[in-house]
């Protein structure tokens, strides 16, 4: 089975922080990718990966950046939080095509 | 602007019955579909896909339908169970050259309730 492995489920942070999320995978895929989920808006693609050290944005890049060092890690950074960045994070990677894709439990995060 | 519409945010149906999900696209270089299931604090799960050269794709419960030409496909469930309850976010990508390797388009979702 592909494990998708998000270091934090709950968070608070205050605004204005630095906040790392960190996810691992164990099925030596490709792509990684990061979205958001926000009630009524859906599944939001913020960045995506598909190789070390190479990353593309996604829709909703702004206050975000990315780190992928090693192929099983993608980090998502956010440089200085804000409260319209609460929201469920969600981690997920894929092999390639076709283009399914697995998710990791998600991370909540809330900015105070 | 969406690419992938899931038009009902909701969906109410009694156990045993058929519960029909919609989805609808508008770019026509899309060729593969899928469906996600998602409880609430769980990441989603993938649950059925579609290739465009099928129209129909079934596993157990679960059947996918997909019409090209109305760039539109749905999800059924029969018969629907309470445990059934959660949103469904269907999804779609781009194969071939010039695909973004990988990258999904999601839909909003659509929750579903199952009532007993």
């Known amino acids: 089975d592909v494990k998708v492995t998000q270091s934090s489920r709950y968070l608070v942070k205050r605004t204005g922080e630095k906040v790392f999320l960190e996810c691992v995978q164990d099925?030596?895929?490709?792509?990684m990718f990061w979205y958001r989920q926000d009630p009524g808006l859906g599944l939001r693609l913020i960045y995506f990966?598909?190789?070390?050290?190479?990353?593309e944005k996604g829709d909703i890049p702004e206050g975000y950046s990315v780190s992928r060092e090693k192929k099983e890690r993608f980090s998502l950074i956010l440089e200085s939080a804000s409260t319209n960045q609460t929201s469920m994070y969600l981690c997920?990677?894929?092999?390639?095509?076709?283009?399914?894709?697995?998710f990791g439990e998600g991370s909540w995060l809330t900015v105070v | 602007d969406q690419q992938v519409k899931q038009n009902s945010p909701s969906l109410s149906v009694q156990e045993g019955r058929i519960s029909i999900l919609n989805c609808d696209y508008t770019?026509?270089?899309?060729?593969?579909f899928l469906w996600y299931k998602k409880y609430p604090a769980e990441g989603p799960t993938f649950l059925i896909s579609?290739?465009?050269?099928?129209d129909k794709n079934e596993d157990g419960r679960f059947t996918v339908f997909l019409n090209k030409s109305a760039k539109h496909l749905s999800l059924h469930i029969v018969p629907s169970q309470p445990g059934d309850s959660a949103v469904y976010f269907c999804?779609?990508?781009?194969?071939?050259?010039?695909?973004?390797?990988?990258?999904?388009?999601f839909g909003r979702g659509t929750q579903l309730t199952v009532w007993p």
């Open positions: 099925m030596d895929h490709e792509n």
């Open positions: 770019n026509s270089m899309f060729d593969y």
């Open positions: 999804a779609a990508s781009k194969v071939g050259r010039g695909s973004t390797l990988g990258r999904l388009y």
């Open positions: 997920a990677s894929s092999l390639g095509q076709p283009n399914t894709i697995y």
């Open positions: 990966s598909y190789d070390v050290k190479m990353k």
């Open positions: 579609i290739s465009s050269i099928k």
